[in-house]
């Protein structure tokens, strides 16, 4: 072998590369989609036994899941699913069963092993772009939106009939017609 570089040079690019390999490894272990189970205040407890309340009732609407785990602070806990398609229909499930005073959110958990986690290695964490972006959805009240439109059009007719001193017309928007 014909390598005129020195041996200290070689080592180090070997080192890089196995530095570098050590920390992409997390990538390969892909997130389990979760639900996270929080209090509305601070003085809500998420214990055991609300996950376990939690777990039979997504149980009962058919939901696949593991790892039910609180938080040692008694804050959050996470319920860890199967499939990604199931998050929606189990944060429903899951809201249902608790009602007001708590927050369900959608989640990502971490399936880097303990050991990675410990040096610092972190999977990478993909953007919207990445992960599927997101879905925003906008509900508009039409009918207080016209009734807002059609009031400012009948104030700036008046003012227009005031600035050319023409006698003001009988203008109206209480109901609209198509209501």
């Given at each position: 072998?014909?390598?005129?570089?020195?041996?200290?040079?070689?080592?180090?690019?070997?080192a890089?590369?196995?530095?570098?390999?050590?920390?992409?490894?997390?990538?390969?272990?892909?997130?389990?989609?979760a639900?996270?189970?929080?209090?509305?205040?601070?003085?809500?407890?998420?214990?055991?036994?609300?996950?376990?309340?939690?777990?039979?009732?997504?149980d009962?609407?058919?939901?696949e899941?593991?790892?039910?785990?609180?938080?040692?602070?008694?804050?959050?806990?996470?319920?860890?699913?199967?499939?990604?398609?199931?998050?929606?229909?189990?944060?429903?499930?899951?809201?249902?069963?608790?009602?007001?005073?708590?927050?369900?959110?959608?989640?990502?958990?971490?399936?880097?092993?303990?050991?990675?986690?410990?040096?610092?290695?972190?999977?990478?964490?993909?953007?919207?772009?990445?992960?599927?972006?997101?879905?925003f959805?906008?509900?508009?009240?039409?009918?207080?939106?016209?009734?807002?439109?059609?009031?400012?059009?009948?104030?700036?007719?008046?003012?227009?009939?005031?600035?050319?001193?023409?006698?003001?017309?009988?203008?109206?928007?209480?109901?609209?017609?198509?209501?």
């Amino acid at each position: 072998m014909l390598n005129k570089y020195p041996l200290w040079k070689n080592l180090l690019i070997i080192a890089v590369l196995g530095i570098g390999f050590l920390y992409a490894v997390p990538n390969l272990y892909r997130p389990d989609p979760a639900l996270q189970v929080s209090g509305d205040s601070s003085g809500v407890v998420i214990d055991q036994a609300l996950m376990t309340r939690l777990s039979t009732a997504l149980d009962a609407g058919g939901i696949e899941h593991f790892g039910e785990k609180a938080d040692e602070t008694g804050k959050s806990g996470l319920i860890r699913l199967y499939e990604t398609d199931m998050q929606l229909r189990a944060q429903r499930i899951v809201q249902r069963t608790l009602g007001d005073g708590y927050v369900v959110a959608l989640n990502l958990a971490s399936n880097t092993p303990d050991w990675l986690s410990n040096l610092g290695a972190q999977a990478m964490k993909l953007g919207l772009d990445l992960s599927g972006g997101v879905h925003f959805l906008l509900e508009v009240d039409t009918d207080s939106a016209i009734a807002t439109r059609l009031e400012h059009y009948s104030s700036g007719i008046k003012k227009k009939t005031a600035l050319f001193r023409v006698s003001s017309p009988l203008l109206s928007c209480a109901t609209p017609p198509w209501v």
